[in-house]
């Protein structure tokens, strides 16, 4: 069991001025990290989103989102003196942060030639196929 407690962005930038009206690709770049905070019981999941031309950068975004998890759940993650979040778990975290960057990144663009050009849904189940270890 967990709660969504809160989110940083990290950081944000727009290199508005590498983007032209004839442009009509660019490439995505999304990475996913973990950290666990154990004596506050809290799981961290942070996305960082690169957006370019070939050349130049859109955006570059990171976010992290933290999420408050039940004492009892963590002993139930708990074997030989470490705690292993899973792979679908660490799924579920990074796709609900995942998500909230696809917000930030369209609402800080609006109004801008970036705005068109929408980070596109990714499912973390085929890029996380290693649990997140961590002694305690």
């Known amino acids: ?3 969504f407690s809160r989110m940083e962005l990290e950081q944000f930038a727009m290199f508005e001025e590498n983007c032209n009206p004839e442009l009509k690709e660019v490439q995505f770049h999304t990475e996913a990290q973990f ?3 154990a004596d506050n019981y809290i799981l961290c999941s942070k996305i960082v989103v690169n957006m370019a031309t070939q050349e130049n950068p859109l955006v570059k975004a990171e976010l992290k989102s ?3 998890l039940q004492p009892e759940s963590v002993e139930n993650l708990r074997k030989d003196g470490r705690i ?7 799924v579920q975290f990074a796709s609900l942060c995942y998500g909230s960057i696809r917000g930030v990144i369209f609402a800080k663009t609006q109004g801008t030639l970036i705005n068109h050009f929408i980070l596109p849904p ?3 189940g ?4 290693k649990g997140f270890v961590v002694e305690g």
């Not at 979040?85 to 660490?90: H, S």
């Open 1 to 3: 069991m967990y709660k």
């Open 35 to 37: 950290s666990y905070d």
């Open 66 to 68: 933290y999420f408050n």
């Open 84 to 90: 292993t979040f899973a792979p679908p778990l660490l």
């Open 122 to 124: 990714v499912y973390f």
């Open 126 to 129: 085929n890029l996380i196929d």
